[in-house]
Structures are given as C-alpha cells and as structure tokens.
C-alpha cells in the first residue's frame, strides 16, 4: 500500500481500553506487539479471532488471572500491535510470529486457549512444533476449510481486498454504528454495547481492517485440516449449536480428524460465547485444566457479571 493506513492509537483509541493496566507492549520478531500480563499460576495463552483484539478478553481475563498467568496478545496488524509483511500472513507465519512473542516474554503457555482464528494459529503452533501446552481449547475454532466453490474463493476474495488499498478506508469510513451492530447480531451472540462500542472503534481503523483481511487472504484451512491428524497434545473443541458463523459441523468435522479430541456442544451463546458470557467458559477452562493436571484441586465459581450460562 502507497500510504500505510491509519491504525488504532493506544493514546486516543485505548485510552479506556478494556483491562488497560495489564497492558504493555513488547518489541519481538520485528513487531511492536500490544500484550495484557495478568496473574501468577500455569500459564494460559488467549489468542483471539479475526477483527478483534485483547478487549474480546475483557470479562475473562480477571477472572482467569486469579489462577493463572495470563498473556493475552493482540495478533499482528490487529488492535495495536503491529502488521506483519504480506509475505508472512500464512498461518504458519503467524505461528512463527506469536511463537517470537513467547521467546520474547520467556513464557511456555500450559494451555492455550484460541477462539475461531486464533485456534487455527494454536493449532498450527502445536503442529509446528513451537509450542508443546499440555493443552489446547478451540472456542468455535475455524479448524477446517469451507466447503465447496466458498473455499476456494473466500481467500482469494479476501486477497484481492487486501491489495486494494481503498478496501480498508472504505469499510472504515462505512463503520457506523447500526452497521456495526448488524454485523455483531450475524454471530448470533449479544454482547452489549460495551462491546459493540469496542468493536466499532477498531473498525472505524482502515489499519485494523487490513490486518483482519491480510490474515484471512494468506491462510489455507484445507492444509491445516489435512495436518489435524499429526496433533499431538490434547483437543477440547468447544462449540455453539447457535454459532452462525462456524456451526458445529465444523467443530464435530476437525475432533473427528484428531485423535482424542474432547467434542463440548453448548446450547447458547452464539459465536462471541467468551463475550456474551465468560464467566460459564472461564468455569469450563479451569474446570478442564484441572480434568488435564494444569491446576490442583477445585474449581471456585467465578463472581457473575456477565449473563446467564
């Protein structure tokens, strides 16, 4: 792109930012990464979906670091980290970006917890071998490839945005708030306007916008589908039968490609579930981490403050 777009400023966009006091950010791999650090305990790694940013954590990061060293990243060219080079938006570059971050910070995650996306780049990790977490959680993860003629035009699709460079001014300068809202209400999740209010500060942010569709333009789902066999720590796929954006054929479709893998069908709660209510899925990851080893003894029921489970 002639003239780099604008990105979020942490000064401006994150002067409230969600959890703002365990923010710091960090030079590694050639980035300026945006990090919260929360905690003490086994480390647990959240690595979040396309579009969004560490405030998709806002609600589960407390409540997660009263037991654990928390690190979640705002994935490159997303939030307020940095992009990476088009040459490194494969999925597997991401993998090696984010395990520079953890180099960097000195920090073997226990668990590593991805929603959508950001499932697709633990697992990639884990196949890679750069990490080797006693455990990995997909939250409505984006573990296999669309079907059918979508699966081949989805990515390209997103490619041809990506290098246009009025594409992310153009989303931006249409991102008002029933828009926004909308979009949000497709993932079958309520959030509250909080929520919303977050998202649309990012995608007000042309530089955002092209971190989101320069991470979709250079992944290739079908490959990691294929490698989800060679997966060697334990899988717990968690899913929504509300999720409208990845249904839970799709979850049902990778734990039937990885060997062991825990299948965890939820009711409600949409495609943002962590969102809508992160108490319910901070219960089910420290009650899975005990299940797994991870911590020691019960699992104390969080303090509610985000809706029914």
């Known amino acids: 792109m002639l003239f780099p777009p604008e990105r979020p400023d942490w000064e401006r966009d994150g002067r409230d930012w969600p959890n703002r006091e365990h923010s710091r950010f960090v030079a590694a791999g050639g980035l300026r990464w945006h990090v919260q650090l929360a905690g003490e305990g086994p480390a647990v790694l959240l690595l979040h979906g396309t579009g969004a940013s560490t405030h998709t954590w ?59 996306a ?63 809202r909308r979009m949000l209400a497709e993932t079958g999740s309520t959030i509250g306007a909080r929520g919303e209010e977050l998202y649309l500060r990012l995608f007000r942010k042309p530089g955002h916008v092209a971190g989101a569709l320069g991470m979709m333009a250079g992944w290739d789902l079908h490959g990691l589908e294929r490698a989800l066999p060679g997966l060697r720590c334990p899988l717990t796929l968690v899913t929504t039968r509300d999720d409208r954006m990845i ?4 979850a049902r479709r990778a734990a039937g ?15 943002l579930v962590h969102e809508e209510r992160p108490e319910a899925i901070v219960t089910l990851l420290l009650e899975t981490a005990r299940e797994t080893g991870i911590l020691p003894g019960e699992t104390a029921p969080p303090v509610a403050n985000g809706g029914p489970s």
Request: glycine share 10%; net charge positive; hydrophobic share 50%.
């Open 58 to 116: 806002r609600d589960m990061l407390p409540l997660l670091a009263r037991e654990m060293t928390v690190i979640a990243p705002d994935l490159p060219g997303q939030g307020f980290s940095e992009p990476l080079p088009f040459h490194r938006l494969t999925l597997g570059g991401m993998a090696a970006a984010m395990a520079d971050l953890l180099r960097r910070l000195e920090v073997a995650p226990a668990m590593i917890v991805g929603h959508s």
């Open 118 to 180: 950001g499932a697709a780049i633990a697992v990639r990790m884990a196949l890679d071998g750069r990490v080797r977490p006693d455990l990995l959680v997909s939250l409505n993860g984006a573990l296999v490839g669309f079907d059918g003629v979508a699966g081949h035009l989805f990515p390209s699709l997103a490619k041809l945005l990506f290098v246009n460079p009025l594409t992310p001014r153009l989303f931006a300068m249409r991102a008002e708030e029933p828009r926004v």
């Open 247 to 250: 249904p839970p054929e799709k």
């Open 257 to 271: 490609r990885v060997p062991g893998a825990t299948l965890l069908v939820r009711e409600s709660g949409g495609h």
